[in-house]
């Protein structure tokens, strides 16, 4: 029953019994047999995955598919949708990370004792690693209302203010609860909070103590103390701890994932399991989230400091509290406005290190979740341009002490809630937009927040630092004042030079030295000398003006261009010099050809008869080693991303191994040299090691770029299209005859990379010299 619930689309079929999709179209009208369709659209129909397996092996047609791919399909055809799926598998691969004796004893048997016997399992490690929650004592084996709201979760990630209408606890007016997500306030024996829910209390310690609890609010009559009536708004949903234990029904679809995630998870460890699920979750849907990348996330954490408890409360999938250095008796605190990505993100901090976790699900500025909370950093990645975020419910908030925000100014109003939650002296770290140094509607904001000490400094980073990535965003550094500064000044940063190419990225270790360095002076001094074009310190009263304009590019003088016309001279001689090569290396008349009819092989049949290797990208490593991204193999730089530091086992490359991007729709392989050897692969890559006695890398590579050979191995979705390597086609030729072909495909390799290189120098000429003329460095004669 369980395996019939789970549903796979005819790609899916396909990428099963490594064919396309044609081909499973054929299936369907040749073979009478074959799997009636058991849901989707007449244009897109879904089959149940277990009697589509059982007909493919019947047939002989069954691929060997590895084990992540299989647990990828059973997950995305989960009969409650992903994000239902993901979090039940996030339970139990904690169970079996905490508690691995305990998941052998439950699943050793059917699908049905797993499901009956695994809740009372679950409620005991989340009650341990997340504190008891009211209506989980009891309930664990009963049956409750259906899984995650799936609409939560594709309000995307930073969606803490995207309104009211959050699946929470049951309150007065008797809403529905979400199962995953527990009713109101996790310690049935702290003070009376919620009125509609008398024991309950807001903010366990993960330590035992009682913290955090409020006086009344979030009751049928106020918001953060403030009644209703006084500004006509209605009442906010309260926010709900989570994650909350499924029932036995709500896990009996789950088994055969379960039971494929505990295989993955023997195999690559239970952590690497979880963020493989989840990173493949996010990959599949770029639109619906938001997402802080790790270069980024780790800055943010630095320029926060240490910190024993850290706030998130705009968590979306955990970034920000992933990248915190962990301390001992440390507390993390989540929010979000979206259920399942809330209890997402408990079970991924929960995976990642024993600190104490509390999740809660909720709209974060209408219903704050921890309102009592003093932590010593907050780290928050807040939506951008919300106009609904509760200005007209909040005009009276507490929190607003340097002034009411506009309704255009919602991220002046997550600002303000970070430093309500700090403790004296502690420090919060922002992602904001460009727009909110310099908008007027805020500038009165600003200059409280100036005057009284609380903003520290602001740095601009570089285009395609974070999504959106056509705007520079900026990263705000903030300090609740114990004492106003008698002189104070502001940290103004722009980092806009370390800008990369295309879609890569900026510089980040760049970035990350130009910023820290410049804090850290800052720090220790409360000034910095001026750095032009990079850095400098500016006094408060310099910026108290009509505008309050915080834009670091409008305070800090042009970078010196020192001998400017000498380096251009030198740019000149060498785009020269490789134009030269690039004439050198243009590849002789082609010389026509019969068309040639060889027979023919794929990827996937070289890789089960052990001709070649093939290794996916991963999600980190033991040690922090470049790492090789997809856009370094597009435009064939050197390696210059970076993974977080995890248990995972790096794949790293080898000179030999091939290497191609699966995601973008460009015929594009690259043979990794000596200079890229070591590195690690980076997600969306595929590495193709093959065995040199019966491959030729440059003659597989060669082969991979032709486009038919790609068009035939993609798929596409409305937003991107998707290489499956595995359906990559190759001829059958003797080794000799490879390695003809491969010198052939080598020689055009280096005058590519000869092209690229011209390129880039004849750019930077250009950009030079348009510099130089306009800031007077180069005379127009």
């Known amino acids: 029953m369980q395996d019939n619930a789970t549903e796979v689309t005819a790609a899916g079929i396909a990428r099963l019994a490594g064919v396309g999709r044609a081909a499973v179209s054929n299936w369907r009208r040749r073979h009478a047999d074959f799997p009636k369709p058991v849901g989707g659209t007449e244009t897109s129909p879904s089959f149940a995955l277990a009697e589509v397996e059982a007909w493919l092996r019947k047939q002989g047609k069954l691929a060997e598919v590895p084990l992540r791919e299989r647990v990828w399909q059973q997950l995305v055809g989960h009969p409650e949708g992903p994000l239902t799926a993901l979090v039940h598998a996030g339970c139990a691969l904690l169970l079996i990370h905490e508690r691995p004796t305990v998941w052998l004893d439950a699943s050793a048997g059917s699908d049905a004792r797993l499901a009956a016997i695994l809740p009372g399992a679950l409620e005991q490690v989340l009650t341990a690693r997340f504190g008891s929650v009211p209506g989980r004592e009891g309930r664990a084996g009963g049956s409750a209302g ?54 309950a209390a807001v903010n366990p310690s993960p330590t035992g103590q009682a913290v955090n609890t409020p006086p009344a609010v979030h009751n049928t009559a106020a918001v953060h103390g403030t009644p209703a009536a006084a500004t006509g708004s209605p009442t906010s949903t309260p926010a709900t701890p989570t994650p909350r234990t499924p029932t036995g029904p709500q896990l009996l679809p789950s088994a055969t994932l379960l039971r494929g995630a505990a295989e993955l998870a023997a195999e690559i460890g239970a952590r690497q399991a979880f963020e493989f699920l989840l990173g493949r979750h996010l990959d599949a849907n770029p639109r619906q989230y938001t997402l802080t990348p790790a270069e980024l996330a780790g800055l943010m954490a630095d320029l926060a400091g240490p910190a024993r408890t850290v706030l998130d409360p705009a968590c979306g999938t955990g970034a920000l509290l992933r990248a915190v250095d962990t301390r001992p008796d440390q507390e993390l605190y989540a929010q979000d406005s979206a259920p399942g990505l809330a209890a997402l993100t408990a079970l991924r901090l929960a995976l990642h290190s024993r600190a104490g976790v509390r999740g809660a699900a909720g709209d974060t500025l209408r219903a704050d979740a921890y309102p009592e909370l003093r932590a010593d950093a907050v780290l928050c990645h807040p939506p951008f341009n919300e106009r609904n975020w509760g200005h007209d419910e909040l005009a009276y908030d507490p929190r607003w002490e340097y002034g009411f925000p506009a309704r255009t100014e919602s991220e002046l109003a997550w600002v303000q809630h970070a430093l309500a939650r700090l403790a004296d002296g502690g420090s919060a770290v922002l992602l904001m937009p460009p ?151 243009t590849p002789p008349p082609a010389a026509p050809a019969p068309g040639a009819r060889w027979p023919l092989t794929t990827i996937g049949e070289l890789a089960r008869g052990g001709a070649l290797l093939m290794r996916t990208g991963g999600n980190g490593g033991h040690a922090r080693v470049p790492v090789l991204t997809d856009h370094d193999v597009l435009v064939g730089t050197a390696p210059s991303g970076a993974l977080p530091e995890s248990e995972e086992e790096a794949v790293l490359t080898e000179p030999g191994d091939v290497v191609v991007p699966v995601l973008g729709g460009g015929s594009v392989a690259r043979v990794i040299d000596d200079a890229t050897g070591g590195a690690a692969l980076g997600r969306n890559l595929v590495l193709l090691r093959p065995d040199r006695t019966a491959l030729d890398p440059w003659f597989l590579a060669g082969f991979l770029r032709g486009t038919a050979n790609n068009r035939q191995a993609s798929s596409y979705a409305s937003t991107a299209t998707r290489l499956d390597v595995r359906r990559l086609q190759l001829p059958r030729l003797p080794l000799d005859e490879q390695r003809r072909y491969g010198a052939r495909f080598r020689a055009l390799d280096e005058f590519e990379r000869a092209l690229r290189h011209a390129s880039r120098l004849g750019e930077q000429l250009v950009r030079g010299m348009y510099d130089g003329l306009t800031d007077g460095t180069v005379a127009p004669d």
């Open 146 to 199: 259906a899984g995650v709201n799936e609409s939560g979760g594709a309000e995307g990630v930073n969606s803490a203010a995207a309104g009211p209408g959050v699946n929470a606890g049951p309150i007065a007016s008797g809403v529905k609860s979400d199962p995953l997500v527990p009713d109101v306030n996790p310690d049935p024996k702290a003070p009376d909070v919620n009125h509609a829910l008398p024991t």
């Open 435 to 585: 727009a909110a140094a310099s908008r007027r509607s805020g500038r009165r904001i600003r200059a409280d927040l100036l005057r009284r000490g609380a903003l520290r400094a602001v740095a601009a980073l570089p285009v395609g630092a974070a999504p959106p990535y056509n705007i520079p965003l900026h990263v705000w550094v903030l300090r609740r004042p114990e004492r106003t500064p008698a002189s104070p000044e502001v940290l103004l940063v722009d980092t806009g030079r370390f800008a990369g190419e295309g879609r890569g990225g900026p510089d980040w270790p760049a970035v990350r030295e130009a910023v820290l360095d410049a804090w850290r002076a800052f720090e220790r001094e409360g000034r910095l000398a001026q750095r032009p074009g990079l850095a400098r310190s500016v006094p408060v009263i310099e910026l108290l003006d009509d505008d309050v304009d915080l834009a670091p590019a409008r305070h800090l003088p042009p970078a010196a261009v020192a001998d400017g016309a000498e380096q251009l001279t030198a740019v000149r001689e060498r785009l020269g010099t490789t134009l030269r090569l690039t004439g050198e290396l």
